[in-house]
């Protein structure tokens, strides 16, 4: 993996980089906010030890299964999907499919999952750190009533897997009296920063994918970055830089991809970012484009639009495929002048083409390179992201491994359910949106 950033003041880059590192082994040390949610950190080792067991586990659970629901939301859905859509064959059907619930309110979705799974042998993976979520809560009660339907409650009892707390909330109480397998998600670590614990690899075990390979990509990565304490470590730039460019104003960070296996990835990186920066009036906004399609969308405001934004572009060196384009006799659409060049040839041009207007018309960018979209990659890039943003969210001054902030809608949402506890909240807020 390597990075460029933008041109910066010498001196400023190198003070910043002194920060970022003096933050690290804050971290590590664990001298810093919300240290006793830093398990995360070992993760690429740890995980090593339950790679066995959930092989084994994946292996007889998705035996026989048409499709697979993994139920979550958040940190407890978005590092398994990232990685899930991001590797999967782009048009064949798998078996078992694996389909995601748990992470909306959408009755129009969770009527036609339903509908979908009636004449199918199903699954479910059912994760959740608290157990007491409410959007995963209702999905899984929904499907669980479905599986025990159509399978009989022993059978459905063998067709669930639970991932949660060791001993806490609804969901282990549930797993317990049920006899459904369950994996642990440790205590000390928070969902955004779980991927790389069962809440990750047990759902993509079951899809298939190479989970020793993603936990080897990050114990790496992992590596390289404790063991670099020079100026040339990629996540003390990366934090460095992305810290100088919010003290010079900007506001907004748009996580860049050109290649469609990252798509899902930026909405892990989004969450990632935003719930552990983005509070006490801080952090710098976390959003992402998909390019080249979004050139021809965001591109315009990108170039010309409010100078609010940086972009942080994800290249892949290497497509997995080769495909070129022909050559056409008639040369009606003009396009001769490139045949005979593999597709990533003009991607990369396209890649370069944007750097240069975007960056000349005042959006600075930091470029992320990695080898190819693989397992080992994925794995890579998510210890990277995640050491920095913890560096980066302790140099801002900020608790990186809480979300406070996501409470605000849930305590209105059971007030105007009439959750009970929370009646006289309720008369209030009802009164409220009257006169709104
Ligand atoms: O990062 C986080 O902590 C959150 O996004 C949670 O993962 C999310 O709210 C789901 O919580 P739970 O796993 O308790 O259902």
């Given at each position: 993996m390597k990075i460029v950033l933008p041109e910066f003041e010498s001196n400023k880059i190198s003070k910043a980089i002194d920060n970022a590192r003096n933050q690290f082994d804050k971290l590590i040390s664990k001298q810093g906010k919300g240290n006793d949610f830093l398990g995360?950190?070992?993760?690429?080792?740890?995980?090593?030890?339950?790679?066995?067991?959930?092989?084994?586990?994946?292996?007889?659970?998705?035996?026989?299964?048409?499709?697979?629901?993994?139920?979550?939301?958040?940190?407890?859905?978005?590092?398994?999907?990232?990685?899930?859509?991001?590797?999967?064959?782009?048009?064949?059907?798998?078996?078992?499919?694996?389909?995601?619930?748990?992470?909306?309110?959408?009755?129009?979705?969770?009527?036609?999952?339903?509908?979908?799974?009636?004449?199918?042998?199903?699954?479910?993976?059912?994760?959740?750190?608290?157990?007491?979520?409410?959007?995963?809560?209702?999905?899984?009660?929904?499907?669980?009533?479905?599986?025990?339907?159509?399978?009989?409650?022993?059978?459905?009892?063998?067709?669930?897997?639970?991932?949660?707390?060791?001993?806490?909330?609804?969901?282990?109480?549930?797993?317990?009296?049920?006899?459904?397998?369950?994996?642990?998600?440790?205590?000390?670590?928070?969902?955004?920063?779980?991927?790389?614990?069962?809440?990750?690899?047990?759902?993509?075990?079951?899809?298939?994918?190479?989970?020793?390979?993603?936990?080897?990509?990050?114990?790496?990565?992992?590596?390289?970055?404790?063991?670099?304490?020079?100026?040339?470590?990629?996540?003390?730039?990366?934090?460095?830089?992305?810290?100088?460019?919010?003290?010079?104003?900007?506001?907004?960070?748009?996580l860049v991809n050109y290649n469609t296996s990252l798509i899902t990835f930026a909405e892990w990186w989004k969450q990632l970012f935003g719930e552990s920066e983005g509070k006490e009036g801080k952090g710098l906004f976390p959003a992402s484009a998909n390019f080249t399609t979004d050139l021809h969308s965001l591109g315009q405001f990108i170039q010309e639009g409010s100078r609010i934004l940086f972009e942080t572009v994800i290249s892949v060196k290497q497509t997995k495929n080769n495909l070129t384009i022909p050559k056409n006799n008639d040369d009606t659409d003009g396009l001769n002048y490139i045949a005979g060049k593999k597709i990533d040839y003009v991607n990369k041009m396209a890649m370069q083409g944007t750097y240069l207007a975007h960056t000349s018309a005042g959006v600075p960018n930091i470029i992320i390179e990695i080898d190819k979209v693989d397992e080992y990659n994925f794995g890579g890039l998510i210890y990277f992201f995640e050491l920095s943003c913890a560096i980066s969210g302790y140099m801002l001054g900020v608790n990186p491994f809480d979300q406070p902030g996501v409470e605000a809608y849930k305590r209105n949402m059971f007030a105007l359910l009439g959750k009970p506890g929370y009646e006289e909240e309720g008369e209030t807020l009802r009164k409220k949106l009257k006169n709104a």
């Open positions: 995360w950190l070992d993760l690429p080792v740890y995980c090593k030890s339950i790679i066995d067991e959930i092989k084994e586990a994946a292996k007889n659970f998705s035996e026989g299964l048409d499709a697979v629901v993994v139920v979550g939301i958040g940190g407890s859905n978005l590092g398994a999907k990232a990685i899930y859509e991001g590797l999967k064959p782009k048009f064949e059907k798998l078996k078992p499919e694996i389909l995601f619930a748990g992470n909306n309110l959408d009755e129009d979705y969770h009527y036609e999952l339903v509908e979908y799974l009636s004449d199918k042998q199903f699954g479910i993976i059912v994760i959740s750190k608290s157990g007491t979520t409410t959007e995963p809560a209702i999905a899984f009660r929904i499907l669980r009533e479905k599986l025990e339907q159509t399978a009989g409650k022993e059978i459905a009892a063998k067709r669930i897997i639970a991932i949660t707390d060791r001993e806490k909330g609804a969901l282990r109480k549930l797993a317990n009296e049920e006899g459904y397998k369950t994996f642990v998600i440790p205590d000390d670590v928070g969902g955004r920063y779980s991927v790389l614990s069962p809440v990750g690899l047990v759902p993509l075990a079951v899809a298939g994918i190479d989970i020793e390979q993603l936990c080897k990509g990050a114990s790496d990565v992992r590596k390289a970055l404790y063991e670099d304490k020079s100026d040339e470590n990629i996540a003390f730039m990366y934090a460095a830089a992305r810290n100088l460019l919010y003290e010079q104003g900007y506001k907004v960070e748009l």
